[in-house]
């Protein structure tokens, strides 16, 4: 131990050693020198060392104090089998803890004097090359494993290796460096340390995964036996602000959200992924649903539009899509959105072939159509609270009653049946905002619920598979911020409307020797908007003024308008 750590010390750096003990809470600044020699045995003790016996109740936290006080740059513990559970969880609290560079060793019984790092490509990886090679120099050999699918598969090894030293900020002539060609990563590893007298195998630490795990787990115990045996260690580089932060979140949301357990996992997984696939019932449903939608709204109920969302099976797929992108699930998400694909194109021929029918009839837009043609940036809330209750919900069975409710909440189908109606009919324009409505609610339920289960603790396996997962919640993100301009615009614009068409109402009644005291906006009767105008006079207002209020309103909005006006009288002394 004292080997490795005079090593990564450097020469001309600071070496300070600590040993702890359970007791009370007591710091001792420096060793007696009988223990100094004993601990440390024959040769000269390095300039500059430091001694620290450290007796403490809670072990992790005493240790994280001295840590934040000294401020070092590298901490490194020791773990052995032999150590009591209550060290082995001060080393992972330490871990996730402090904030300068961590290094985990486990000693093996050899005694080489090289170095092996695996250059996995993560950030631990690279910061613990630099940290290395600035202690070891050549003894430090960078090794990269590139898969055998091509002839030219070395050189692309050796270009990937150049990159990540750059990356890594090490110099190629500083350490030793390997790229090989193996189909296998770890057998790889075990070749080369059986082809030379490694002394340590270091590795980039996982960000989500357990220190203890990655020794024990990836490194068997016969590496480290035999006078052979090798040293491992586990090193994760200092954090930064931002993964504090990131951190504190996380382990927040772990200790007051409920995670899902083994037994829930299994049961959502099942189930989406049978329930999000299209099929013979999943086309079934959609005609259904929007044939009812596409009823209600030529029929101006919304009685039976609430009736068919809770026939449509979109909302499975859409949850489904916010799954595979928390997961890294490739062929999940391909399922979720050739079902939503499908069921989009379908539903849309359905109901244009409804809108068809309605414009043979004679029938035109009614209040239920224009009400889904004019989203704002209130339905884009509504959809992504749906995404994370829906998500919710689904993945605890015993609260799947409130699904429901969630459907009449993101109303999916309507919006679809309302811009293939009103294509057949001719009115671009609410089909356009039907059709924006729809997409917001798509992008919003898929992130929504894509947050809920990561909060609720759903992880993917493989970090490399999850970058078109990654990309994917980025462009969905990006989409998000991109349909926030124009429906927040419509709130804007229309707010800034009625008070640019009130001053006009009320420079109107000037002329009539009335004042306008409230517009309101009421709900559309007949496909048309109306506007109740309400005017101080000491008398009726004429059919005049009432027919000048009619010609403002009808130059200054966008859409059919009619104009109430009432009349309060009043008493001037």
């Known amino acids: 131990m004292k080997r490795w750590c005079v090593r990564f010390a450097g020469e001309g750096g600071k070496l300070g050693l600590l040993r702890v003990e359970e007791g009370h809470s007591k710091l001792t600044e420096q060793w007696s020198e009988e223990d100094v020699h004993a601990w440390w045995g024959e040769g000269g003790v390095p300039e500059g060392s430091e001694f620290g016996m450290l007796e403490a109740v809670n072990v992790s936290k005493s240790i ?145 995964g357990s220190i203890r795990k990655k020794l024990f787990g990836t490194v068997p115990d016969r590496l480290m036996r035999g006078d052979e045996g090798m040293s491992v260690g586990i090193i994760r580089g200092e954090r930064s602000t931002k993964h504090q932060l990131r951190n504190r979140l996380e382990r927040m949301m772990m200790l007051s959200i409920p995670q899902l357990k083994r037994s829930e996992r299994v049961l959502l997984f099942d189930e989406v992924e049978d329930k999000a696939r299209w099929s013979f019932d999943f086309a079934a449903l959609m005609a259904l649903s929007t044939g009812i939608a596409s009823l209600g709204l030529l029929a101006n109920s919304g009685a039976v539009v609430i009736g068919a969302m809770l026939v449509a099976p979109l909302m499975t797929p859409l949850l489904g899509g916010g799954l595979s992108v928390v997961q890294g699930n490739w062929p999940l998400w391909k399922n979720c959105q050739k079902a939503v694909g499908l069921g989009f194109l379908f539903a849309l021929s359905v109901a244009f072939g409804f809108g068809v029918f309605a414009r043979f009839l004679g029938l035109g837009l009614t209040d239920e159509l224009l009400a889904r043609g004019a989203p704002s940036i209130l339905d884009l809330g509504v959809a992504f609270i749906s995404g994370i209750a829906a998500s919710y919900c689904l993945a605890r069975p015993k609260l799947s009653g409130a699904l429901a409710g969630v459907a009449i909440a993101a109303a999916l189908v309507p919006p679809i049946a309302t811009v293939g109606i009103c294509l057949a009919l001719q009115k671009f324009e609410v089909s356009q905002g039907a059709a924006i409505l729809f997409g917001t609610n798509v992008v919003a339920i898929v992130l929504g619920s894509a947050a809920n289960f990561f909060m609720a603790g759903i992880r993917g396996r493989s970090s490399s598979s999850a970058a078109w997962a990654k990309r994917t919640a980025i462009v969905f993100t990006l989409c998000l911020v991109g349909l926030m301009v ?88």
């Open 64 to 208: 994280h104090a001295v840590v934040k006080e000294r401020k070092p740059d590298l901490l490194v513990l020791q773990d052995r089998i032999s150590h009591p559970e209550v060290y082995r969880k001060a080393i992972q609290y330490l871990v996730d803890e402090v904030d300068c560079a961590v290094m985990v060793m486990r000693l093996g019984e050899g005694a080489g004097e090289r170095v092996l790092l695996p250059c996995a490509g993560g950030p631990h990886s690279r910061r613990g090359l630099k940290i290395a090679a600035d202690a070891l120099g050549r003894n430090l050999t960078a090794f990269l494993v590139e898969p055998d699918v091509d002839e030219v598969s070395r050189e692309v090894g050796e270009m990937q290796l150049a990159r990540f030293l750059k990356k890594s900020g090490v110099k190629e002539d500083v350490v030793s460096t390997k790229a090989v060609v193996h189909s296998d990563v770890f057998e790889a590893i075990h070749e080369e340390i059986h082809s030379e007298s490694y002394g340590m195998l270091l590795i980039g630490a996982s960000g989500a």
């Open 486 to 573: 124009p429906l927040s615009s419509a709130i804007v614009n229309k707010i800034a409307g009625d008070a640019d068409l009130t001053n006009r109402f009320g420079r109107t009644a000037e002329n009539y020797g009335v004042r306008v005291n409230q517009v309101r906006r009421l709900t559309p009767s007949d496909g048309q908007q109306v506007l109740e105008i309400t005017v101080d006079a000491t008398k009726k207002v004429s059919k005049d003024c009432v027919s000048d209020f009619q010609n403002e309103a009808n130059l200054h909005t966008n859409q059919p308008v009619k104009v109430r006006v009432i009349t309060r009288l009043v008493t001037e002394l």
